[in-house]
């Protein structure tokens, strides 16, 4: 099973006056793609902080993503942070160079050819003809913090982490958290490689108080227990199974 860490950097998303989606769109994919997210974390644009961020995530984890300090302004430091973590010094590599001179014809300038100097020993990823490619450090994807260019870069390479699929079934029912509580320990218990949430909701807008999941890589594992579920919880209260 691969695993993942999301690190999002920037000031803007600490102090409030941006509303962070990035990482809310990576759990998803990745989740489709079968990758288990294990860690979320948000820092500010600080070389320190954001070095000790990546260098945990990536000794732990298969795969980190950064979202955010890659642009051409002082505080975009989320490459050097990157350097510092992997212990690699940061060298002006000339193919991105050479990108960013054809992208941005006659208005670049040296702040934004800031923007090639990477992790000593970087890769570029060009699927899908993306104008500007996708930066990878070692175990380490390096994405934009602006969401649209975040999810078209992350969909041109998604297919390279692609791994065993999760199998997914839901319940809804009218019942409280406490009155079903007993009923998925005994599942949990029975089936302990299978992820089994319970999510209420305190909305008259929706017709069900919880929503249960059942998570797991075995399909004929999550139909079991989905099966016991619906055997043991009453099936007046069940408004319906996803």
Known sequence: MKTAAVIVIGNEILSGKVTESNAGYLSKELRDLGVDLRRIE????????????VSIASDEF???FTSGGVGPTHDDVTLRGIAEALEVGIERNGEFEETM???YGGSINEYILR????PAGSSLLWE??????VICARNVYVFPG???L????????????????????KIFTTLDEGDIAKILEEAAEAHPAVQIGS???YSRKVDYRVQVTIESRDENEAREVTDFLKGRIPAETILRVE
């Open 42 to 53: 948000i820092v500010p644009d600080e070389v320190d902080k954001i070095a000790h961020a």
């Open 62 to 64: 298969d795969y980190v």
């Open 101 to 103: 001179r054809k992208f």
């Open 115 to 118: 923007m090639a100097d990477l």
């Open 128 to 133: 899908d003809d993306l104008p500007i490619p």
């Open 146 to 148: 602006e969401p649209g």
């Open 150 to 169: 975040l999810k078209k870069k992350f969909q041109a390479i998604r297919s390279r982490f692609r791994s065993e699929p999760y199998y997914l079934h």
């Open 199 to 201: 999510y209420p909701v």
